[in-house]
């Protein structure tokens, strides 16, 4: 990777609670990290608040590689706190509001970040408190040469119809799961068949690039009106959670570096999997570990439309 793109992950930082145990999380920062360890040129825009937690939490980010230049520092809401249920594939969230990071303010600085970005990742959560969610339309409509990256991420009941269209609208390229899938085919009367509703996504949004995760079977990607197929790779999980966001890491990374969309979901997969075998969404990893993945039986076929 040659790490000359300039990326920015945008949205929540928090700590992901599992018992009396805690780890640094949240989708943006996972998948900022992920980049971070694959090499690439990373920021990360967020909020936490002015507390012990909040402190904590920073040390942890810094202690990651990442400058703190961008992380706004809240007055009146606390740093978010995430608890976490349930293990393997089986996963839920209760994610308390108002926090820090939904009170994301604009600013100079954050601003000019955003305008010199040639990557802008972001989710749904951050629209869901009327502040932040101005301030993500805003970054929006300022990251005039960035490919806009959407990563749906439904959290309920923390979402709604008309955010994620308007979403939808910025985006270059799409990812969510099968879960979300089935939501969206409801929403915009979609083919039940899950291939045909992503070329109908990438159709209505008009956006290029729309991929689905599927777990364990792997991934569906669609890409400049060709469609592109993983079966998954055979690992034995011990932790899904941020399997997800290892996976956009590594397709940003790919699409980036201008690998083809074959070896890009290839290498998505295989760090997806890689991710599932290690405890923490946020567990390092060696591309020793990411190659020992993708020599095993690789699946992967496509077709045009």
Known sequence: MSGSKKIVCIGEILWDKFGEGKVAGGAPFNVAKNLKLLGENVELISSVGNDESG??????????????????????LATSEVSVVGNGDFISYKIHEPVAWDDLQLTADN???????????????????????NTLFQFLESASKAQKIFDINLRAP??????????????????????ELEILIKWFHLSSDPETALKQLEEEFNCPTVCLTRGANGAILR?????????????QVKDAVGSGDAFLAAMV????????????LNFACALGALTATKVGANAQFTKDEVQAILNTQIHITSHSK
């Open 253 to 264: 990374s790919g699409l980036l570096s201008e690998k083809t969309p074959m070896e890009t």
């Open 111 to 133: 601003i000019q970040l955003v305008e010199e970005a040639e990557a802008l990742i972001f989710g749904s959560l951050l629209a869901r408190q009327d502040v932040s969610k």
């Open 223 to 235: 890409y400049e009106g060709s469609a592109y197929f993983h079966k998954g790779y055979r690992v």
């Open 55 to 76: 402190e904590e939490l920073l040390s942890v980010f810094k202690q990651s590689g990442f400058s703190d230049r961008y992380v706004q520092s809240n007055e009146g």
């Open 158 to 179: 923390h979402y709604s119809k008309e955010n994620i269209e308007g979403l939808l609208y910025y985006a270059d390229l799409v990812k969510l799961n099968e879960d």
